[in-house]
């Protein structure tokens, strides 16, 4: 053979070889799943009316639940920036030094850049990456921001909340008020005056409807972090829509109707997902996970008259109310759909069950601390014994610490000087009902959420009786109602006879094997913690440094006359100050 038709034969080998490699690698990447997160935001235990309640519904939420899997007992941080850093590190906050608090807008700190994230993972396993909503993870340096944490893309706010309008965090009292929201690394105007939870809302269905039409074999790994239903700003914390705020009109307490619409609007928001994703033909092969990222806060700082009900604690407390998310996880993948799991789950969790869903190992360098238990979900197992670590804070001013082995409990200190710690939420039974409930199981069935996980995965559902499965009541345990007060001594609770910590066992079992091992193991984990990342507020944040935006202050450049403007007001301040002497 010719020279030269021997080289033509030997470049079109290498291009069928080429080839047949991309259509291997095309093949192997369609065969994973997309990956579907819709997280809400201080969304209480029982505010999801597939736990009972019929205040106010979440027709589309529950249509998710009873069509997939209500994850019964699935357990998050007890506040926003510590669960997300177990959500995206698959660790222990107290591993990553994010257990103590939230990150306050003004503080220079964030998740540690040695982490590797949920988004790192996806994306180098060919995933398109995107998050739509809240972050809360640093904003201080660019580098903790989420498009370089393995995000592609990011439509959203950095710090804690903003305004559900104008999208501003105002810090009061420091008298900080700035923008807050960007699409990527620049600053977006164009959403102010829109509804910020039907502006995340579009970004995912937008990004859901661009992924379809390219047809893309790419897999997706979006997360769509509400800040429904939390509240905003100090002054006007509660906020919805007039025509989502008249379906309510039989709630009397304002405060508590705005917090109904609110839900009702993320309510809708889960329901255009799912559309976006049958409309895009991406259902079939999509896992599509709700939960919120802690319990709600009825009392105290952003109190939204969420309800834990029947749970004790809430939001920021070491008991179950703060710590059990209403949760429910769709795939077709699932046998037994249509069921509750009561294996207990932890939101560090997810990366290595939905990675493993997804074919994909993490390098076992990561040190998780999460497990794996996508064969336990997909088949309905409920056997693993689970050890989870909820908090240890050893924060002088309140230390305190909630530890979980099995059906054991301990807590162990408290916060807020005990003012979470009772039985806070309430369960309305008359009056004040939504009337789409005379007709409950209707209602769920005529919804598109439904109808469109139907026509993918068709078969019997038993709405009361899952609904039923998914409640929890609370009588007097079998042991008797016993007191903990646990700023005197640890208590130990049998959280399956007793979810609702009404009989502290500590006593009894005080030095019995079983409180000796759980303690012993506890102080391994305290000896072997992170510190703390936390750092104190910087005065260089002050968005009037930056044209009024909350931005990576740490790595930009304050203009002049902003900083003229920043040292008159201080010299004002202290001149006003001399006048009041």
């Not at 597939?50 to 069509?67: C, E, K, M, V």
């Not at 509400?226 to 509660?238: F, I, K, R, V, Y």
């Not at 092969?285 to 009392?299: A, C, K, M, Q």
């Not at 939905?354 to 990561?366: K, M």
Request: charged share 20%; aromatic share 10%; with cysteine.
């Amino acid at each position: 053979m010719p020279a030269r038709l021997r080289a033509n034969a030997s470049i079109t080998w290498l291009l069928r070889v080429g080839l047949v490699g991309f259509m291997t690698l095309s093949s192997g990447a369609s065969d994973k799943p997309n990956i579907i997160i819709i997280m809400a935001d201080d969304l209480g235990f029982d505010d999801v009316s597939f736990r009972g309640s019929n205040n106010f519904l979440t027709p589309n939420i529950d249509a998710l639940a009873y069509s997939g899997v209500i994850l019964n007992n699935l357990y998050t941080a007890p506040m926003c920036t510590p669960s997300r850093a177990a959500l995206l590190t698959g660790k222990y906050p107290i591993n990553t030094g994010m257990q103590h608090y939230v990150i306050v807008n003004d503080q220079p700190w964030g998740l540690p850049l040695n982490e590797t994230t949920m988004a790192d993972v996806f994306k180098g396993a060919g995933f398109r990456t995107s998050l739509i909503g809240k972050w809360h993870l640093g904003m201080s340096q660019r580098n903790f921001t989420p498009t370089e944490r393995g995000f592609h893309h990011h439509l959203g706010y950095l710090g804690a909340y903003v305004d559900y309008y104008d999208q501003s965090y105002e810090q009061k009292n420091k008298g900080y008020n700035g923008h807050d929201f960007r699409k990527n690394l620049l600053p977006t105007h164009d959403q102010v005056g829109h509804y910020v939870t039907d502006v995340l809302t579009d970004a995912a269905v937008q990004e859901i409807d661009d992924h379809g039409s390219r047809n893309s074999t790419q897999p997706l790994f979006l997360l769509l972090s509400h800040l429904a239903p939390h509240a905003a700003n100090e002054d006007n914390p509660m906020q919805a829509p007039e025509d989502e705020l008249a379906h309510f009109g039989y709630i009397l307490n304002e405060t508590h109707r705005y917090y109904a619409a609110m839900v009702s609007r993320l309510d809708k928001s889960v329901g255009r997902v799912i559309e976006a994703l049958a409309r895009q033909d991406m259902l079939q092969n999509s896992i599509v996970l709700f939960l919120s990222d802690n319990g709600g806060p009825t009392l105290g700082q952003h109190s939204t008259t969420a309800s834990n009900y029947p749970l004790r604690g809430q939001k920021n407390s070491p008991w179950e109310g703060g710590l059990r998310s209403s949760a429910a996880i769709w795939s077709t993948e699932f046998e037994r759909l249509g069921s509750v799991w009561k294996q207990q789950i932890y939101i560090g969790d997810l990366l290595p069950t939905l990675t493993a869903a997804a074919g994909i190992s993490p390098d076992p360098g990561l040190q998780l601390d999460g497990l794996n238990l996508w064969s336990a979900l997909r088949y309905g197992y409920e056997s693993v014994e689970r050890e989870i670590v909820h908090v240890i804070d050893e924060a002088e001013e309140e230390p305190h610490l909630s530890y979980m082995r099995g059906k054991w409990k301990v807590v162990s200190g408290t916060t807020s000087g005990g003012s979470y710690d009772g039985w806070l939420g309430e369960r309305v039974t008359s009056g004040e009902m939504d009337p789409r409930s005379v007709a409950y199981d209707d209602l769920i069935r005529n919804t598109s959420v439904w109808q469109l996980l139907q026509q993918v995965s068709p078969g019997k559902r038993n709405i009361s009786g899952l609904r039923a499965q998914a409640s929890i009541e609370c009588g007097e345990p079998s042991t008797g109602i016993r007191p903990c007060l646990p700023l005197l001594a640890p208590c130990l609770f049998d959280i399956e006879a007793d979810p609702c910590e009404q009989s502290n066992l500590y006593e009894e079992y005080r030095n019995s094997t079983v409180f000796l091992e759980l303690w012993q193991r506890i102080q391994q984990f305290a000896r072997n913690a992170h510190p703390p990342n936390n750092k104190p507020a910087d005065p260089k944040c002050d968005p009037r440094l930056y044209r009024d935006e909350w931005t990576w202050w740490q790595d930009e450049k304050a203009s002049a006359a902003a900083v003229m403007n920043h040292f008159s007001w201080l010299l004002m301040g202290i001149l006003y100050s001399l006048a009041m002497i």
